[in-house]
């Protein structure tokens, strides 16, 4: 990917390289091992971060044939970027409503697994923080066509590069990355 300087994923690499990544040997939340980690966390729950974040993933949505109605996913990972894809929106003034996706349904009142004002029918993007294997997502978007709504793609932060999309693929579903592991200097693992 190459970026020109005024490019605001150009400033969210950055961003992720000096604050989100870490050195050393991690477990990964799909059991893998890995030589680096990535808390995106520390991205996505920063001012400048979320801006970013929120605004590069409302123009990649601008950019398909149909807008969707709404963007969510797992929480906790899709949660603050959900909220800064729907404040931008808001901003620029695109309907757009956010949902989350619990990992267990409520024990009370609609015992539902997807919350937010959503409707079955509506179209739908899942968003996430990061993807490995894509096993989070891939359960989003269970919970979700489970719900009723049209899952149209898969949009993350930062892609690992590690099966992923290859996951989302088997189901007819694109993953689109803001940035990849190859945009902070790091190859993915051989297979």
């Known amino acids: 990917m190459t970026h020109s300087a005024a490019d605001p994923t150009a400033r969210l690499v950055d961003l992720v390289a000096r604050k989100a990544l870490k050195r050393g040997t991690f477990r990964l939340a799909s059991g893998r091992e890995a030589s680096f980690y990535l808390d995106a966390k520390q ?3 920063d001012a400048e971060g979320a801006m970013l974040v929120g605004q590069a993933i409302l123009a990649r949505l601008a950019a398909l044939a149909r807008f969707p109605d709404a963007v969510g996913g797992m929480s906790i990972g899709a949660d603050p970027i959900t909220g800064a894809v729907v404040t931008m929106a808001g901003v620029a003034g695109r309907p757009l409503k956010g949902f989350m996706i619990r990992k ?30 894509g096993g989070s997502s891939l359960l989003a978007i269970d919970r979700a ?4 709504l049209v899952v149209d793609r898969v949009v993350t932060v930062i892609d690992r590069l590690s099966g992923a999309a290859a996951a989302f693929a088997a189901r007819g579903i694109p993953l689109e990355s803001l940035l990849t592991i190859r945009d902070l200097g790091i190859e993915p693992d051989a297979p």
């Open 43 to 45: 991205v996505v729950l």
């Open 145 to 148: 066509q489970e719900f009723g």
């Open 104 to 133: 267990e349904p409520k024990d009370h009142g609609t015992k539902r697994y997807v919350e937010g004002p959503v409707e079955p029918g509506q179209r739908g993007v899942i968003v996430e923080d990061e993807t490995t294997t």
